[in-house]
């Protein structure tokens, strides 16, 4: 097993920044990618990063370069970097973890909720 906790949200202005952690623990050699999903009112949730072990990095094509994921592997925490956000990035943010053993298991975190609004 794989607990997901994550921190960070709140309410924002457009333009501001924020960042987001989720802290991870439990069964962990095994995970073999974490990823940040979102999901806003109405929508479907969908990835906005995803980092592997081995550090290669994935994500949404209209996000490159205003979100940044990375982990602290010392500290068993990833993070989402976002800047320049907009109202449109008003979403509850959830830490996916993958974990890779004779199949595959996803863990989620509770969300955190983002907020962009003037």
């Known amino acids: 097993q794989v607990q997901l906790v994550e921190s960070g949200g709140g309410l924002v202005q457009p333009g501001d920044s924020l960042t987001l952690s989720c802290t991870y623990s439990?069964?962990?050699?095994?995970?073999?990618?974490w990823a940040w999903y979102r999901q806003a009112p109405g929508k479907e949730r969908e990835m906005v990063a995803r980092i592997t072990r081995g550090d290669s990095l994935t994500y949404l094509d209209s996000l490159k370069g205003r979100f940044t994921i990375s982990k602290d592997s010392a500290k068993n925490t990833l993070y989402l970097q976002m800047n320049n956000l907009k109202p449109d990035d008003t979403a509850v943010y959830y830490c996916n973890a993958m974990e890779v053993l004779t199949a595959i298991n996803e863990y989620w975190g509770q969300g955190t909720q983002v907020t962009v609004s003037s």
């Open positions: 439990g069964r962990l050699f095994s995970i073999t990618a």
